[in-house]
């Protein structure tokens, strides 16, 4: 398969740029991005075709796009691709406003093209294993949940809201909210939410509470919040605490690693040795483009994601809980 990048914006571009080049079967074309000297840099140390147009790069016999631009941005890239016969892996959130997502899923279906959303964090092993625990009833019925995003600050403009549509509230909540509705198979129903500025000197905020009601009368909570210091060893993680009636099971995403101790670095580092999850995220996707079978992260789960992001500023907003159904309308 032939494959291109549109915008190397986000941080994880280069990961998934890593992945088509190691994938077999799949040629990485080429890069457009809509700062064409990050563009030209990236085609570069890539070794891939830059273009300084889109059009340029739609009009190729690529097959399929990764998008890595602002999430305010991921609308008209979609669109665009579609609307050149190309499937479509865009980051998350699928967007930042309601009439963009649908706009998205709507223009993939009708240009019959496949729409994934990166959430790469469902490829993890540990993650896979705790899904089929789950599934297995071996926890008996699923009361509660506790999670947790936390990351470090990522600047830049994440921290803009026109471009990312708010701070850690929307870059970590849609995650741990999908990893939730796929391995309960549950919906979210009403959100509660705290939210403010309390650490660093940006425009949106850093640090989230929420507290989420599904159906079955289950809850979950989330701390989802930028508050590692720039000294960390890592961005983040991810954990979740799933409590049953038969048990509690713990979740730490990335605890496959390695503490290094680095005197040229001169701080602490990890080193992962757990699955690669967008190298399977990419693949997986390109699998699905090539057998055309079904995608395993909908354009609909993108938009499920996003109404619990949206739900919890309405929420921080009236400082009062927030029915989905309510937003949705």
């Not at 690529?62 to 691709?81: F, G, L, P």
């Not at 995608?295 to 609909?300: F, L, R």
């Not at 929420?315 to 927030?322: A, D, E, F, L, T």
């Amino acid at each position: 398969m032939k494959v291109g990048m549109i915008s190397f914006a986000h941080l994880h571009a280069e990961s998934y740029a890593s992945a088509l080049k190691a994938l077999p079967g799949v040629e990485f074309v080429g890069i457009y991005d809509e700062d064409n000297n990050r563009g030209k840099e990236w085609a570069e140390k890539l070794s891939v075709m830059h273009f300084e147009k889109l059009e340029d790069l739609l009009k190729t016999d690529i097959e399929a796009v990764i998008i890595c631009s602002t999430n305010a941005d991921h609308c008209r890239y979609t669109v665009a691709a579609a609307e050149a016969g190309k499937h479509v892996l865009v980051e998350k959130p699928i967007a930042t406003n309601f009439a963009d997502a649908h706009k998205m899923i709507e223009t993939c279906k009708k240009q019959n093209v496949k729409l994934q959303i990166a959430f790469p964090v469902r490829y993890l092993p540990s993650v896979l294993e705790t899904k089929r625990i789950v599934e297995s009833g071996q926890l008996g019925r699923i009361l509660a949940i506790k999670a947790t995003n936390h990351g470090s600050m990522p600047g830049g403009w994440f921290t803009e809201k026109d471009k990312a549509g708010g701070g850690a509230v929307i870059d970590h909540t849609v995650h741990v909210v999908d990893i939730i509705r796929w391995m309960l198979g549950l919906e979210f129903k009403e959100i509660y939410a705290e939210y403010d500025r309390l650490i660093h000197n940006i425009e949106t905020e850093d640090c989230g509470l929420l507290t989420m009601e599904l159906t079955n009368n289950v809850f979950a909570t989330l701390d989802t919040s930028w508050n590692r210091p720039s000294a960390y060893p890592t961005w983040g993680d991810v954990t979740m605490t799933i409590i049953g009636t038969n048990g509690v099971l713990e979740l730490d995403g990335f605890s496959q690693k390695f503490d290094i101790y680095n005197n040229d670095v001169k701080k602490a580092q990890w080193e992962y040795f757990g699955g690669d999850m967008d190298y399977l995220l990419v693949k997986d996707f390109l699998e699905a483009c090539k057998n055309n079978t079904p995608v395993k992260v909908t354009g609909e789960d993108g938009l499920k994601t996003l109404e619990v992001a949206l739900a919890a500023y309405e929420s921080g907003k009236r400082h009062q809980p927030v029915a989905i159904e309510e937003i949705r309308n």
